[in-house]
């Protein structure tokens, strides 16, 4: 069975004929009518195997077990999925098992589904060498967390030459880029891109972020600026956790917007703070260059990230001393990062804080954790065609 997952609306569908070299079509209309991952991985604890959100995109999963080969056509957004397509992918986080297996060395899902499928990727749309090179790697690391077998990516300027195996060569040119020169801090903007809030590790990071600028600024601290008011934000802290190897769909769909509406003050410093489940900070990188991307196309300057590995182990420590052995490596790299900040200066290099605990014992706390919020975890719906809404 063919499924594609695409952004494209049922006119442009119409003239790839893609209703009809597809068995499944997931598109733009049927994305734009759901919703986006909320975090609550009721997936893996409430209803294994199916999302709880019941709309167009809760079969995603089991649709995924029963796939042999995917499709994902998406326009390109600084080297990384559109937010439309980025929010479809996010669903299908029930096609995997929330315990973990090591793969190239690296921690990752377990797979679900005894068989996996082959996966063709069409990113249409002007790119630089930068975003290929960006999406190129993204992509590989989704594939290796699917368990699935990338056959090709593609990169058609014009969404009509989707679905055709033909290497584009020619590449956009890379954006003028200014190096701003830099400044001490005067009003600064937190945005936390978690869809779980204020109950987020993100939350929790971000907060100790804040505090310790005002502890090391002391009477000069910056002040604090509203999502609703970034235009007079000289300096930007993005916070989020890593969703399919990139930022978060709603983060992706400010990006596009503040990009679009030119929201962001030219210069406008960019830091950014993500933690993702895995044990490895590392995998969150290459999300960095996708923000990255973003700077250099409307006019920010991108100044570094700080990468938090084993995330699960944020909030459980969060009440405990901040130099303490369960806090010590994020504080200090938080820490790194607000000086950064505080003189306006960009980083050398990402800052990785590593998890507190070793590898194994982080993973089976975390596996402990799912037996005990439920017991059924292995279990593998199958896909219900009559209940997705299929378009075609």
């Known amino acids: 069975m063919r499924t594609v ?54 079969e995603l999963g089991p649709l ?14 600084f080297g990384g999925y559109g937010g439309l397509v980025k929010r479809a992918l996010e669903r299908t986080l029930p096609y995997l098992h929330p315990n973990f297996r090591i793969a190239g060395g690296q921690m ?3 797979l679900r589904y005894p068989r996996t499928f082959t996966e063709k990727i069409w990113l249409y749309g002007p790119t630089t060498a930068r975003e290929r090179s960006c999406f190129e790697h993204l992509s590989a690391a989704n594939a290796v967390n699917q368990g699935a077998q990338l056959r090709g990516v593609w990169f058609p300027a014009d969404p009509r030459a989707c679905g055709l195996e033909e290497r584009s060569d020619e590449s956009a040119p890379e954006p003028e880029y200014f190096s701003t020169p830099l400044g001490v801090p005067r009003h600064v903007a937190l945005l936390n891109a978690s869809p779980r809030g204020e109950k987020s590790a993100t939350h929790a990071l971000l907060a100790d972020f804040w505090e310790a600028l ?23 802290v993005l916070g989020y956790p890593l969703y399919v190897d990139a ?15 030119r929201t962001l003050a030219p210069g406008t410093r960019v830091y950014a703070i993500s933690n993702l489940g895995f044990y490895e900070a590392d995998q969150i990188l290459p999300s960095f260059t996708v923000l990255e991307n973003f700077c250099r196309a409307t006019g920010g300057t991108w100044c570094g990230g700080l990468a938090v590995g084993g995330g699960g182990m944020v909030l459980p420590t969060t009440r405990g001393p901040r130099m303490g052995r369960m806090r010590q490596s994020r504080s ?3 820490d790194q990062l607000v000086f950064a900040a505080l003189a306006g200066q960009r980083l050398d ?30 279990a593998r719906p199958a896909w219900q065609p009559e209940s997705t809404s299929s378009e075609g």
Do not use: M
Request: proline share 4%.
């Open 64 to 77: 995924l077990g029963a796939t042999d080969e995917l499709w994902v056509i998406a326009e390109n957004s």
């Open 5 to 58: 997952i695409c952004d494209l609306d049922r006119s442009a569908r119409a003239g790839l004929g893609l209703d009809e070299r597809c068995d499944v079509v997931i598109g733009r209309e049927q994305i734009e009518a759901s919703h986006a991952c909320v975090g609550c991985f009721g997936c893996w604890t409430r209803t294994p195997g199916r999302c709880v959100l019941r709309d167009g995109l809760v």
């Open 214 to 236: 005002g502890v090391y600024a002391g009477e000069s601290a910056p002040a604090f600026v509203g999502e609703d008011s970034l235009s007079r934000a000289d300096t930007l």
């Open 349 to 378: 290099a990402a800052l990785e804080a590593r998890c507190p605990v070793p590898r194994l014992a982080y993973k089976l706390a975390a596996e402990a954790g799912w037996r005990k919020a439920r017991v059924d975890l292995d």
């Open 108 to 110: 990752h899902h377990r």
């Open 247 to 261: 930022p978060p769909s709603g983060l992706i769909e400010r990006l596009e917007r503040w990009a679009r509406e």
């Open 332 to 334: 200090e790299a938080i």
